[in-house]
Structures are given as structure tokens and as C-alpha cells.
RNA sequence: GCCGUUGUAGCUCAGUGGUAGAGCACUUCCUUGGUAAGGAAGAGGUCGUGAGUUCAAUUCUCAUCAACGGCUCCA
């Protein structure tokens, strides 16, 4: 006999070999029909693996991620069944689940065969039909040996290049109806679990993500355990898509792009370009409060300059073709950090005049490639909230977080909380290659980089071998609706680039001293921030950044004078006021500004004529009440002045 | 750049081997209406672009451009 530990701390005496699923029948029938896997003594087990020791265990249902994750793992062998079924003698490489999006896929190789979206639904349809045969899914350990032998015999390249990484003992097959394939696990009980199953889409992907590699073909899925998860799932999608900044952009009128103009190059209308006012405002204001000097320089430069910073060659594949010019090539710039060092080394600089701190809002334009352009979020024109803050050793920890410190203030001013800070670190063996081959610097600034976050208290991830070649960084990873990352903001150490141009100060002991500095664009650029605002807002933009802050909308033609005196009254006291003077019914103009997520809305009749009065209706919430146009004015000011959430 | 999908009116989308349709938006008229769509009429498209097959192509084929879903890459 052997004792099971259960979460609630009760023991069960069972006899050793019990599998989790007998334990659960013992508990309960229920239990044991949603039980898909378990942790025996912190490990992930298969439901029917016999325990043959004393053991704590965990019964993992639907309700667990763990638990998911194993239902999906499952789900992609379902799939690969059905595809070989389909597609006789094709390879497999790995199918793991996935949390975001959620679901699963699985990367094979079809050889000179095709697989396309009309290929789909039968797939569907072959792995409804295995699913309820529920097929039992039999874990079965093989040697090394064995398993190579089994696989060379199969031709199989892919799974005998996985068995290189693993040992005797750690060599398991899993065996559901017709398919078998080498995997680790664990797996739900038989198929029958899987009742929905949508496979969602077909792409090219890299064998082990690397380019220079044969590309497989990869299919997407979801499942669940019941339509209607699914169903809820799938409404889940439909919500994301509504906040979709490519989609609202254009309901609001925010920005445009134009086959003639050309990819990645965003037109900003009317709408976009008030809320840019509106970022670059928040920004001179704090960069001004901050300490920072404006500068502005030009969109161009020769190539010596890219050669001296060192992003040419190494950059060339992102940055627009040269210009041929007098002789010289031109380069649009992909960044502004070799201008300003310019204006760094235009004078001679003391130890007095640093931290330096040169701000622009750069305009740069990159290469990107065509498969990665993505809406506002990856553009090939962009506007850079930039700035580089040229430093002594002793204050770059004392900047450093300062920069962080601005960070967190833009953060609370939009509600910014569903992001990861990302500490990414240089990798020791590519220094040289991929990194400045300054060790010491390296990990020096590293700890004081990782200092200052940990005592500022924000939480952060490290990412070895993410740094730039130049110094560590901090990104601010967030999401877009489609469940992209991306990094929104970024906060850069550079040591490399003050040696590459030459750049010195004099310090006290009247010694040339090498400045570091820091590249910072805490609200990253107005196409990716603008995007970002759009999806985390919903398009109900705050009062100090909505495009139109005010309606007013005269019940009839008959108090249109007074409606256009209210807005007058309003532009007067900077706010941004329209007047809705068409020719239709109130229900009607309500519906339409609505719909254009316009924060207030001021509907005028007879009575607010006779009283000087508006009636005040806020957007989403509805009527709130009469209030004296005054009143209205003086509350809406303060809201825009202190760039209130709501 | 690679794999897959898509491209019809300003927007959302039907449709067809015999040179195109709906709803919304737009213009004009009627209506002057009190908190999420009042009514009528009108205007608007060489069906992404180029070539091929055909008596005939928006429809079929190929190429190309762009967008979308991924891969790689990045703010």
C-alpha cells in the first residue's frame, strides 16, 4: 500500500499501481469525467499512469492551466493522427500547446505536398470521427537504441534530431488509435474529452525558428471540452476584434494609408493628429520638467556617419536604400541617436554641463520587411518620443532612474497596467559578435540597471542574449487585441557609441572622461502608442486626448444658434467643441456621436435656451442632468487639465 | 523575405463566362422631431494592376502590387 497526499491534506491508503483517475472514481464519477491529467509529487502525470509511491497529488481538470495545456497537447496529436491519415508519410517535428492565443499547433514536413485552408474542415472532420472512437492514449518507455533504430528505419530526420537531446529513461512514446509519436506528455485520459475542435489557420513556419532552415508547414487549432466553451471562446475573439486598432483607426478617422503612397506609411487625419498634439504636449511639458533641452535635426545623413556609429553594415537590411548625392550617399535615418551625438560633439563638454539631456521627437524611417508590417504597430515611417541623456558613471544610476521614474508616471496617467518589464541582458558568449566586447562594462551597467528596478518595484523578467549591441535595456512588453507582443517602450544603456564618435567631457581633474548614455522613448513611437492607446481604450479615448471632447446637439434647426454659441463659448476655454447642425432627429445625432466615442455630448432645446443651460450626456453612460453652461465648462476644463482617466 | 488567405462603391459585404448589386455614409427635397438609426429621390464602381485563354473575362489561368493570419525580424 502506498499514501496519496491530496490538497486538502486528507491521506488515502491505496494499493501500489492506482492510477489518478481510479483515485478520482473513488472520490467521485463527476470528478472523474473532467479529471485530464495530474501532478504526482509536482509532476504533470497521465491520469491512467499507475503511482507506485508515496505521493502527493493534484487532480488537474479543464479549471487548471496545466490541465489545458495537456488537453491541447493531446488535441495536436488528435490533429497529427488525422493528418496522417490524410497525408500519408509525413513528418512530424513538435505540436505543443499554446496559453496566447490559446489552442495549439503542430510543425510537419508534406514533402512536395500541399496542404491548404480547404484541407481544413475534412481535417475537422477526420479528428471529430477519432475523437469519438475515444482513443485511449498508452504511454510506453523505449531505450535510446531502440527509439533511434525505430526512427531511422522510418526516415524520420525530424524526431531522430529531438532524440539527440535525450536519454535513456527519459524516452517515451504515446500511442492514441493510429498514431504513435515520440513525447514526453503527459496526455488526457482517451479523445473523447475533445468535443470541439476548430482548426484555425495554415502558415510557413521555420524548422527550429531559424530562417536559413527548411520552412513546415504549420497547422493552428483550438479545442475544448464542450461547444460551448467553445462558442464562449470564439465570442472572446469577436470582442478582440472590435478593439482592433486597424478597425477603430478607421471608424475614428485617425489615420489612413494609401496604395500610392506605400506600405508602412501612415497618413494621420485630422483626429490622429490632435491626439499626437495632445502626446507630444505630455511630453515636452515632463521633458521640460525633467531637464531635458529640445533639439531638431534632419531626417538624413551621409553614409560615414552610419559607418562611424556602427549600424552599417549590421542595419543596412533595415534602413531604406542610399541617395546618391554629390558623390555621397544619403541615408534616410532609422534613428536619431548619431544626430544628437553630433550635437554632443559641436562642443567642447565639461563635467558641468552633463547629465546632457537632448529630447526630440524624431521622425525615422525603417525597412521593414512586408510580411512584418502590422497596422499602426509596424510601420516603416515612425515618430520616436526619443532622447539621449549623456552622462558621468557616478550619475548614470541616478538617471537611469529617473528615466524609470517617468516610465511609471506616463503609466498611471493611462492606466497602463498589463505590461511586463523586460530586463534584456547580453550574452557572454557572443561578445565580440553580437555585443561590444566590453565585458566589464557590461556587467557593471547590468547591475545597476537591475538596481534600479528592483528598487523601484517593478516587476521584470531578465532575457539573456536580448540586449542591444551597444548596452542592456528595459522594454515594456505589451499586447495587442490580436495577442501580438510588442515592445511599447524602451529605456537603453550605451556605452559603445560615445567611443565610436569620440565622444568625451572633461571632469574635475580636467582628465577626458567617456560619457555613457542613455537612449530612452518611454511613450515609444505615436504609431505604435497611438495603436496600443486605440486597442487598450477602446477607442473611448480620455477627455484631454479625444479628438472631439464635446458635441453640442440642438433637438432642431430652431436652437442651432444657441447650440453653435455653447461651442463657441467652450472653444474659447480650449476645448476641442463641434456643433452637430444636421438635419435630423436627436436620436439620431446621439447615435451617430456615440458611436464616434465623443466624451460628452450637450443636447439643447427650448428649455436649456430659456435657462442657459446644457443638458449634459456622457458618453456610454447617458443623460447625467441639467447643468448651467458655466458649470459644464469649469468641470470639463478640470478634467482635460489634469488629463483625468474619466 | 518565406508559407497560407483575400482584393467588387467612402465603409461593411452579396454576386455573375454575356461589360454589376445591398445596407450604411454622401447630395437634394419633405419633415422641426427631447436622449442610440424619420421618409423620399439622386449621385457614386474601367470589379487591385498587367498579360493570357475565349466570339466575349469582374468571373478562368499566370504574373505583379497591397492587405490579412503565421514564421523570421523589431519601437
Keep these: 500500500m502506498i499514501n496519496i497526499t491530496l490538497p486538502d491534506g486528507s491521506v488515502k491508503q491505496v494499493e501500489k499501481g492506482t492510477s489518478s483517475m481510479d483515485i478520482a472514481k473513488s472520490i467521485s464519477e463527476g470528478l472523474a469525467r473532467k479529471v485530464l491529467a495530474a501532478t504526482v509529487n509536482g509532476i504533470v502525470f497521465d491520469a491512467n499512469r499507475p503511482i507506485n509511491e508515496d505521493a502527493t497529488l493534484k487532480l488537474l481538470t479543464w479549471n ?42 503542430y510543425d510537419m514536413d508534406l514533402g512536395d505536398r500541399k496542404m491548404t485552408e480547404d484541407d481544413l474542415a475534412a481535417l475537422e472532420k477526420k479528428m471529430n470521427e477519432l475523437a469519438k472512437q475515444q482513443n485511449v492514449f498508452s504511454r510506453k518507455e523505449m531505450s535510446k537504441a531502440d527509439a533511434v533504430k525505430y526512427f531511422t528505419e522510418k526516415g524520420d530526420e525530424y524526431k531522430l534530431d529531438l532524440l539527440q537531446n535525450l536519454n535513456d529513461g527519459e524516452i517515451t512514446f504515446y500511442t492514441q488509435g493510429n498514431f504513435t509519436d515520440l513525447c514526453r506528455g503527459p496526455h488526457i485520459p482517451n479523445t473523447g474529452f475533445i468535443k470541439a475542435i476548430k482548426l484555425t489557420n495554415i502558415a510557413g513556419a521555420y524548422w527550429k525558428g531559424d530562417e536559413k532552415n527548411k520552412q513546415l508547414t504549420r497547422v493552428y487549432g483550438v479545442t475544448f471540452p464542450s461547444q460551448k466553451e467553445m462558442d464562449e471562446h470564439l465570442a472572446m475573439l469577436e470582442e478582440a476584434k472590435k478593439r482592433d ?13 494609401d496604395d500610392q503612397v506605400g506600405p508602412g506609411l501612415i497618413l494621420w487625419m485630422p483626429n490622429g493628429g490632435v491626439i499626437i498634439e495632445e502626446l507630444e504636449k505630455l511630453a515636452k511639458e515632463s521633458e521640460q520638467a525633467a531637464g531635458y533641452k529640445r533639439v531638431v535635426t534632419p531626417h538624413i545623413a551621409k553614409e560615414s556617419m552610419y559607418l ?10 533595415s534602413m531604406f536604400p542610399p541617395m546618391e548625392m554629390d558623390g555621397d550617399r544619403y541615408y534616410l535615418r532609422a534613428m536619431n541617436c548619431p544626430h544628437h551625438h553630433k550635437i554632443f560633439d559641436a562642443e567642447l563638454r565639461s563635467y558641468k554641463d552633463l547629465p546632457l539631456r537632448l529630447a526630440e521627437y524624431g521622425t525615422c524611417y525603417r525597412y521593414e520587411q512586408s510580411g512584418e508590417l502590422f497596422g499602426l504597430m509596424r510601420v516603416r515611417c515612425l515618430h520616436m518620443n526619443d532622447a539621449h541623456i549623456y552622462c558621468s558613471k557616478e550619475q548614470f544610476a541616478q538617471e537611469f532612474k529617473a528615466v524609470n ?10 492606466g497602463i497596467e498589463k505590461y511586463v518589464m523586460r530586463l534584456s541582458l547580453h550574452d557572454p558568449e557572443k561578445l565580440g559578435q553580437k555585443y561590444v566586447n566590453e565585458p566589464e562594462l557590461w556587467k557593471e551597467t547590468e547591475e545597476l540597471v537591475r538596481n534600479v528596478l528592483i ?9 539573456k542574449g536580448e540586449g542591444a549591441f551597444y548596452g542592456p535595456k528595459i522594454d515594456v512588453q505589451i499586447w495587442s487585441a490580436i495577442g501580438r507582443e510588442f515592445t511599447l517602450a524602451t529605456n537603453q544603456v550605451d556605452f559603445a557609441q560615445s567611443r565610436s564618435f569620440n565622444l568625451t567631457f572633461t571632469n574635475a581633474q580636467n582628465e577626458k572622461e567617456i560619457p555613457l548614455i542613455i537612449h530612452r522613448a518611454p ?33 432642431s434647426d430652431k436652437f442651432v444658434d444657441y447650440a453653435k454659441a455653447v461651442s463657441d463659448k467652450l472653444k474659447n476655454a480650449d476645448i476641442r467643441a463641434e456643433v452637430d447642425d444636421r438635419n435630423e432627429k436627436i436620436g439620431k445625432k446621439i447615435r451617430d456621436t456615440e458611436m464616434m466615442k465623443v466624451p460628452y455630448m450637450l443636447v439643447v432645446g427650448e428649455k436649456e435656451m430659456n435657462e442657459n443651460k446644457v443638458a449634459v450626456r456622457r458618453q456610454g453612460k447617458g443623460d447625467i442632468g441639467l447643468k448651467s453652461i458655466d458649470e459644464f465648462m469649469n468641470e470639463a476644463v478640470a478634467e482635460i487639465k489634469e488629463r483625468r482617466a474619466e
Design 405 to 414: 521614474d517617468l516610465y511609471l508616471k506616463y503609466f498611471k496617467i493611462f
Design 64 to 105: 487548471d492551466t496545466d490541465g489545458q495545456m495537456t488537453f491541447w497537447h493531446s488535441s495536436a496529436h488528435l490533429m497529427a493522427e488525422a493528418v496522417e491519415s490524410m497525408f500519408p508519410g509525413v513528418k512530424f517535428w513538435v505540436g505543443p500547446p499554446l496559453d496566447n492565443p490559446k489552442g495549439f499547433y
Design 308 to 317: 562611424t556609429s556602427g549600424h552599417l553594415p549590421y542595419y543596412a537590411d
Design 245 to 257: 486598432h486597424r478597425k477603430l483607426g478607421k471608424e475614428l478617422g485617425i489615420y489612413t494609408m
Design 523 to 555: 511613450l515609444g513611437t505615436h504609431e505604435r502608442f497611438i495603436g496600443f492607446l486605440l486597442e487598450h481604450y477602446a477607442g473611448k479615448f480620455p477627455m484631454w486626448l479625444a479628438p472631439v471632447q464635446v458635441k453640442v446637439l440642438p433637438i
Design 455 to 463: 528598487e523601484t518595484g517593478v516587476p521584470f523578467v531578465e532575457v
